[in-house]
């Protein structure tokens, strides 16, 4: 009998060994449930191929090539990353819907005489109880925003928070993004479904009676678009200022993002979309530092000629309440540190 999980609390409660997620590779690369392991009943290019004959020829014919797929399949699990699992081992098994992958999966392993389970509905329920958090309702969190210009540093701030028992949720860390033309991070950015849902866990984990602080961010971080919930929330939120020397945020951001400016094709490749907005001549000056090695002041450029006017401009559209404005003279770890006390200090008063 499959489960019927009504809450995100629940599910990921759901008290089994193992969760098996038995759709394609690429589904379970957009998406699935946390922890949850792929064990596909089809591969990619079964699922297409079955998907054609269902189609172009008939869903008989599609369902009775697809169940030798899958039965095949499953014996390779059993015999392959399922080997030592004892008599005791209790999984969990879900498909897209709940339906025949999953079923036949369960069925299988039943019947050796694992106490399999379904979900019912599949990862289309999972998935709704994450846009029901992030979408449907206010969240009952409140949220305290760690703003500044551009090189203080705050998404290294962040953990620093943590570590003093602040509860923090890291946006751009989530994204895969620094949130800027330059941020690009190694590996890409993830779907924006296993964005919303990594964002609903590490909502579900926080205490909605305590200030949880997250970075100022725009409503979106590369390509990733900020949940509605959550952005309403952000909005509303009041904000802690982090204010340093341009200097210190030049050295700051040179060693932050070295894996991107050090190469000047690629900053050449970034910068080329701000051409009609800041003209020909500073981005040709910017990528000309670029090429000379000169990081330090490429990015101490980039903030007075792009980053902080952009700043200043948000800053008079959006009006927030301000807490506190937290003064670090550097930027180094024992800079960040000592920003990370003031911080701290600023969130026990609330």
């Not at 054609?52 to 499953?74: C, D, E, H, L």
């Not at 036949?104 to 389970?117: K, N, P, Q, Y």
């Not at 924006?192 to 409503?219: C, I, N, Y």
């Not at 990733?224 to 210190?248: F, G, K, Y």
């Amino acid at each position: 009998m499959p489960i019927e999980y009504t809450s995100l609390d629940a599910i990921l409660n759901h008290g089994f060994d193992t969760v098996i997620d038995v759709r394609s590779p690429a589904e379970y690369a957009e998406d699935h449930i946390p922890g949850a392991i792929n064990l596909p009943a089809l591969s990619n290019d079964q699922r297409a191929e079955v998907g054609t004959i269902y189609k172009q020829i008939s869903p008989f014919k599609a369902r009775k090539i697809g169940a030798g797929m899958v039965i095949r399949n499953v014996a390779d699990h059993i015999d392959g990353p399922l080997r030592e699992k004892d008599g005791a081992w209790q999984p969990l098994v879900y498909c897209w819907r709940g339906g025949q992958r999953s079923g036949v999966f369960s069925t299988l392993l039943s019947e050796i005489g694992w106490r399999a389970d379904t979900v019912k509905g599949g990862y289309t329920s999972f998935r709704r109880l994450v846009k029901a958090s992030l979408y449907d309702a206010p969240l009952p969190h409140r949220f305290v925003l760690l703003d500044g210009y551009t090189g203080t540093a705050k998404t290294e701030i962040l953990p620093r928070l943590q570590a003093r028992g602040v509860q923090i949720i890291d946006l751009e860390g989530l994204a895969g993004h620094r949130g800027s033309l330059l941020g690009g991070m190694p590996g890409g950015q993830p779907a924006q479904k296993a964005f919303e849902t990594a964002m609903a866990v590490a909502l579900h984990g926080l205490d909605p009676a305590r200030p949880v602080v997250v970075e100022a961010e725009s409503s979106k971080i590369g390509r990733i678009a900020i949940p509605a919930s959550v952005w309403a929330t952000m909005l509303s939120a009041p904000r802690i200022t982090v204010n340093a020397p341009i200097e210190a945020r030049a050295t700051y951001l040179a060693r932050a993002y070295r894996d991107v400016i050090s190469d000047p094709e690629a900053v050449a490749q970034k910068l080329r979309p701000l051409r009609t907005l800041r003209g020909h001549k500073t981005v040709d000056h910017w990528i000309s530092l670029s090429r000379q090695g000169a990081l330090v002041d490429l990015s101490n450029a980039l903030m007075v000629d792009h980053y902080d006017p952009s700043y200043a401009k948000s800053r008079k559209i959006v009006q927030r309440e301000v807490l506190g404005d937290v003064q670090a003279k550097t930027l180094d770890d024992g800079g960040q540190e000592r920003a990370a006390d003031d911080i701290a200090a600023l969130l026990r008063q609330l």
